[in-house]
C-alpha cells in the first residue's frame, strides 16, 4: 500500500478518545501519550506487527516510536510471541521461584559481566527507586544528584527539578511530592563539571548516589562526552558515593549489554526495563555482590512485588535477549540508523539536525550545534517538530508525539520505510519556511 495517496480519517480515534476522557484522567493512562505536546487526539490502535501498526480507523503508521523503546525486533516479533504463548500456557504467575528468573539472571549477567548479582522486577521505575533505597541503605546517607532534564520514572525523589539556589535541594516538579523529600534530591546540569564539583564541595559526605542516564534521551539525546562520565565516576569514589547509571532505554539498546561499557565507565549499579521485558513489563537491578546483598531477604533494605519475575513477561525479555545475542541485529540498525542520518544530510538543509546514536534518533529541527544539555535545547526546534508533526502522521509515519522524545528504529523497519520517511520529513519542510534558514 502506498501510504503517499491515502487519505487519513480519524474519526474512530476522536470518538474513542471522548469516551476514554470520561472514564480516564486525560483519557490516557501515561501522560505522553495525551499529545498535548503535538496537539490534536491521539490515535487508538488497534494492531501492530513489525514496524508498523494500525489504528482504530484502519490507518497504516510505520511506527518509529514502538512503545517508547522495547521493541527493537519490532512489533508482536513471531519467536517473541510464541514464547509469550508457551509460557502462559504454564502459568500467568506463580508469585515463587522458577527457571526463567535463573535464564534471564543468567542473560544480563553474561551481558554485563562487570557485575554478579541481578534483582527483577516489573518497570524502570521500581528499578530506580530500589536503586536508590539500595544506595542510601548501602551509605547511611541521603541525599541524590540527579540531572536536569534526566527522566529516572514517577517516583516521588525522581520527579524533582533545580532549586532555586544555585547548589541547593531540588524543588518538586509534580504536586503531591513534599518538599522534604524533593530537599533531598540535588538537581544539576548535564555535561558540567563545574557545577557537580560545587555540589560535591557542599555536600560530598551527605552524597550516597549520582544517577543520571549515561545516554541521556528523555529530553532529547543529549549525548555526554566520556570525560563527564569518567568525571562522575571519579568524584563518587573520591567522596564515597555511588554511581548509578540508568539504563532503562539504552541497556541492550546499542549493544548485548550496557552503554556503560560502550562509555568504558563503569558504575555501581545498573537500572534496567524496555528492551529486557521484549514489550513486556520488566525491570532489573543489577550490581555487584557486596552491595546487592544489602537487598532483603539477605539485607535490611526492602524491595519486594507480586509480579516481579514474572513468568510470561520474563519469556519475553529472555527470547529477546536470545535473538541479540545470537543475531546481528546491532550491525543492522547501526547501518540502518546510518542510512537514514545520511539521507537526511543529503538534503542540504541547513535547519534538519539528526542525533543520533545507533538506533536512537531524535530530529533537531534548528541549525544550531547539536546540545548537551537541557538549557540548551533549541525552543524554536522543538516549535518547528510540532508543525510537522500532524503532517507526517497524515503521510503514515508515527513519530514521538513530544518534540523532547527521541525515535527508535527496530530491526524490522525496511531500508524503503526509512527512505519514504526520509522523503516525508524532507518533503515537509521543504513546503515551509524551515528550508530556508541558514
Ligand atoms: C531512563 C529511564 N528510567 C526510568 C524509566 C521509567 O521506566 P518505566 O516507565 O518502565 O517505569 C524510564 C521510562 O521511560 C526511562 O526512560
Redesign the pocket.
Known sequence: MSKFSTQYSFSGSIERFAKAASMIPGGVNSPVRAFKSVGGTPVFLSKAKGSRFWDVDGNEFVDFCQS?GPLILGHADERVVEAVQTAARSGLSFGACHEGEIRMAELILSAMNDFDRVRLMS???EA?MTALRLARGATGRDLIVKFQGG???HSDSMLVKAGSGLVTGGEADSRGVPSEVAAQTIVTSFDDEEGVDAVFSRYGDRIAAVII?PLP??NGLLVQRQEFLQFLRDITLKFGALLIF?E??SGFRLRFGGYYQIAGVIPDLV?L??IIGGGMPV?ALVGRRDLMENLAPQGGVYQAGTLSGNPVSLAAGIETLRILSEETVYTRLEMNGQKFASLLKGANIPALRLQRAGSILWLYLDDCDLPRRTDMISGLAMQRYKEIFRPVLERGFYLPPSPYEVMFLSASHSELELTEFADVIIGQLQKTSISQVQ
Open positions: 517508547w518497570s524502570g521505575t530506580v527522566y529516572h520514572g542516564e534521551a528523555n540508568d532503562v532505554i537500572t526495563g524496555k525491570g
